[in-house]
């Protein structure tokens, strides 16, 4: 059965996180966010962007962070023009603001961009760093020439890609983050969960399609912490749930062949 925790950054937290691009800041909201990590969620993922700064701002509400056994992570510099250093810094101090907290547990370079070199961009992210403002440091949607481009400017802790059951580009960076101790944090991974071998696991084991998904990534590399979106405290924990599937070697093999 795969590990249920990971280290991330200096934290040991579930395999299984929350993605939260679709959280708005109400006070439903904001309770759900207090009531999820009561449930046992440990990590977090917002970003500078997700519903035009609200996402960050529940978070902000709900908790008071930093907090122990907690991370919660954003990102910024998506848009084009936002890797550079003078837009770059003023999305730090913006989450920063918005998340009522004086360090972020983990910040991402959201995108690398052609108009700014990636190295530009981590230096920003390397100088809050060091100035106490960032704890860890990662970047997303990269490939494995960025990794190493970015780690040469400043540890990282986490890569996040796009990959699931339906797209599965990055297998040599989840491999290469495996090989290098680096967390890779799938996003939107629960897509094509419609296979006949999803099917027929989650109804003999009595499981969701959603929990089979997850499961099969936790399986696909001991570094994989999935971050599911949701804004249902019963969907959130049945996605936790999916860390205690113990699927077969033959499972693991039908699904990934679907």
């Not at 848009?79 to 918005?98: A, F, T």
């Not at 690398?112 to 990662?138: F, K, N, Q, Y």
């Not at 481009?149 to 802790?157: D, L, N, Q, S």
């Amino acid at each position: 059965m795969p590990e249920t925790t990971i280290r991330l950054g200096d934290t040991e937290v579930r395999r299984i996180g929350m993605g939260s691009n679709r959280l708005e800041e109400t006070p439903r909201n904001v309770e759900f966010v207090r009531a999820a990590v009561d449930a046992g969620l440990t990590h977090i993922d917002t970003a500078y962007l997700y519903t035009s700064g609200s996402s960050e701002r529940a978070i902000g509400s709900a908790l008071d962070l930093p907090r122990d056994g907690l991370v919660v992570a954003t990102k910024g510099g998506y848009r084009e023009g936002e890797g550079k250093p003078d837009v770059l810094r003023g999305h730090i101090e913006e989450s920063l603001r918005r998340l009522r907290t004086d360090v972020i547990d983990l910040y991402y370079l959201h995108r690398v961009h052609p108009d700014t070199p990636l190295e530009d961009s981590m230096a920003v992210i390397a100088e809050a760093r060091d100035a106490g403002r960032i704890r860890h440091v990662g970047i997303s949607e990269v490939d494995v020439d960025q990794v190493e481009r970015a780690r040469a400017v400043v540890p990282i802790a986490a890569v996040q890609n796009r990959y699931n059951l339906a797209e599965r580009a990055h297998d040599a960076v989840i491999d290469h983050c495996e090989a290098e101790g680096i967390v890779f944090v799938p996003y939107f991974p629960l897509r094509g969960l419609d296979g006949a071998a999803v099917t027929e696991i989650a109804e003999r084991l009595g499981k969701t399609a959603s929990q089979i998904g997850l499961a099969w990534l936790l399986h696909r590399s001991p570094v994989v912490l999935p971050i599911p979106g949701t804004l249902s405290i019963d969907h959130l924990r049945e996605n936790l749930g999916a860390l205690e599937i113990d699927l077969s070697q033959a499972d693991v093999a039908a699904i990934g062949a679907s």
